[in-house]
Each structure stands twice: as structure tokens, then as C-alpha cells.
């Protein structure tokens, strides 16, 4: 009896857990992307300067890599071989802008967050706390609410 009261505490202590953790974000292959507006069919782009990264017609300056981190997180580079990666703006504004800087200077671990082979996901700055990543006209922002708006075009 006393082996069948902790199984059940046990089952039900990990029924809870389950129920309080976050939806688990599923690792976007390391590869080669276009990431492309599901809703514009446009290319996210890193640009130049502080407010730089932009939509903008897929194209070579378009080409992204992610790199998984091994935790979940991954980095957005961009493909030129500069060692530049999808990051958070320096520059304190509302909403808050996403840049390109050299990898590692600034928050640039980011989350896919569904199934890139089932359609759009979510792309999410830490894990989410830091915001999602959506556009507002052609610039690249965050935005504290996240919606599955980001198409992963693996290239090659």
C-alpha cells in the first residue's frame, strides 16, 4: 500500500511538472536558411547600424546559418563568413530592434520554437523572455507577444 501512495505522489508530481513547463522548442537543423515573413514571403536580412536587420527580397545577403548551441539555444549567422549574428540592438528603443553584431557582444541565442518541416515557427530571442522576433514594415523588432510567423527555407 505504502509503495502504491508514492507512485501515485510520484506520477502526479511529474503530471504537474509537465503541465507548468513551457512547450518544449524543437532544435532547427544546423544548416544553411533563407528565413523568410510567412506572411510576406520576404527575407529577413541583416542590414548595417543599430536598427540594420530588415525584410527585404530573398537574396545572397539574405543567407543566414544556424548553429545549435547544444542547450536548446541556437545562433542566427549570418553566411558571409563574418562571424556576424542576429542579436539584440545596443540602442534602447520600444520595441526593442535586432541587429547584426560580431557574435557573442550582445544577447544573439535565439529559439525555434515548432517544427520547421510543418510549416512557420516562432523565432525567440533566449527562450522567450527576451521577445519574438516579428517585423514592424520593413525592420527586424521584438515583440513580447510570439506568433509562428518565420518559414525556415533550408538552402542546399
Known amino acids: 500500500m505504502r509503495i ?35 506572411r510576406t514571403g520576404a527575407c529577413l536580412a541583416g542590414g548595417e547600424g543599430p536598427l540594420g536587420a530588415r525584410i527585404e527580397p ?12 547544444g542547450d536548446g539555444l541556437a545562433q542566427i549567422v549570418e553566411a558571409r563568413g563574418e562571424m556576424r549574428c542576429l542579436a539584440l540592438s545596443p540602442i534602447r528603443i520600444y520595441p526593442p530592434a535586432v541587429w547584426v553584431d560580431e557574435c557573442g557582444r550582445q544577447p544573439d541565442r535565439w529559439t525555434v520554437q515548432g517544427e520547421a518541416s510543418e510549416g512557420p515557427v516562432t523565432i525567440a530571442l533566449g527562450r522567450g523572455e527576451l521577445g519574438h522576433l516579428t517585423t514592424a514594415g520593413h525592420r527586424a523588432i521584438l515583440s513580447p507577444d510570439g506568433s509562428s510567423q518565420w518559414i525556415l527555407e533550408r538552402l542546399g
Open 4 to 38: 502504491r501512495s508514492i507512485l501515485s505522489l510520484a506520477v502526479s508530481a511529474v503530471a504537474v511538472a509537465a503541465l507548468a513547463a513551457p512547450a518544449q522548442a524543437a532544435d532547427a537543423a544546423d544548416g544553411v536558411y533563407f528565413i523568410r515573413d510567412a
Open 58 to 69: 530573398c537574396n545572397l545577403a539574405s543567407v543566414w546559418e544556424i548553429r545549435n548551441q
